[in-house]
């Protein structure tokens, strides 16, 4: 198996609400990785996990929460979003620095 | 501070055309660095990678990008372009180290006229 699976692929979620972002992987990749894209920008670095801990938070506002229960599964938290944080939440995995594969996305809208 | 710059925020060429999209990074250690694809509402598709080795490295879909140390540059390109090119092409670097973190450039927009 050579993807990284995200589930769902497109949530719509009220500004009240709790949901949930899945990603898997099954390569034994050490390192996964949240990032954010806004429409018609680059990938932003959210979160980076590495051998299960997190590593790198790069100053994410608190209502997203990344979890890592185990090296093949990475969550993503979601509490109290804004409309501003409607995007496409991207994981990603690693071995090493060149090994990275990406899942295809979950489209996010907040109402 | 480690970056990576796309010079081109919109290009359009003519569908058979040659293409060279254009890419520098900053950092005085040579990086991995990536090109990636994105069509409208996909997710990231990998086109090549460089990390070592030959400086001209061949990928997927007929790309090929050309690694100038001399130049801080990995401009990306292909002979021919086809209008299923047309898509949003983004450079990446990763500088190593304990988090191996990949940083994006902000992308080129490559339309393809008939």
């Known amino acids: 198996d050579t993807e990284v699976t995200q589930t769902p692929k497109h949530l719509v979620m009220g500004m009240t609400n709790k949901k949930s972002l899945k990603c898997e992987q099954h390569?034994?990749?050490?390192?996964m990785y949240w990032y954010k894209q806004k429409a018609k920008k680059p990938p932003e670095l959210m979160f980076v996990?590495?051998?299960?801990?997190?590593?790198i938070n790069e100053s994410v506002p608190s209502r997203f929460s990344p979890e890592c229960p185990n090296s093949s599964l990475l969550n993503l938290h979601l509490h109290a979003l804004q409309p501003e944080d409607s995007a496409l939440y991207l994981c990603?995995?690693?071995?090493?620095?060149?090994?990275?594969?990406f899942g295809s996305g979950t489209r996010l809208t907040v109402v | 501070a480690q970056s990576v710059t796309q010079p081109d925020i919109h290009i359009t060429v003519s569908e058979g055309a040659s293409l060279e999209l254009r890419c520098n990074y900053s950092?005085?250690?040579?990086?991995?660095l990536f090109w990636y694809v994105q069509s409208p509402g996909q997710g990231l598709q990998l086109l090549l990678k460089?990390?070592?080795?030959?400086?001209l490295v061949q990928g997927i879909k007929g790309f090929e990008a050309e690694f100038k140390r001399s130049q801080s540059s990995f401009n990306l390109r292909k002979p021919s372009v086809h209008w299923s090119d047309a898509a949003e092409y983004f450079c990446?670097?990763?500088?190593?180290?304990?988090?191996?973190?990949?940083?994006f450039g902000t992308g080129t927009l490559l339309a393809v006229q008939p």
């Open positions: 996990y590495s051998y299960e801990k997190l590593s």
């Open positions: 390569m034994g990749h050490r390192a």
């Open positions: 460089y990390f070592s080795g030959d400086t």
């Open positions: 990603a995995s690693s071995q090493d620095a060149v090994g990275y594969t």
């Open positions: 950092y005085g250690a040579t990086p991995y």
């Open positions: 990446a670097v990763n500088y190593g180290g304990a988090t191996n973190k990949l940083i």
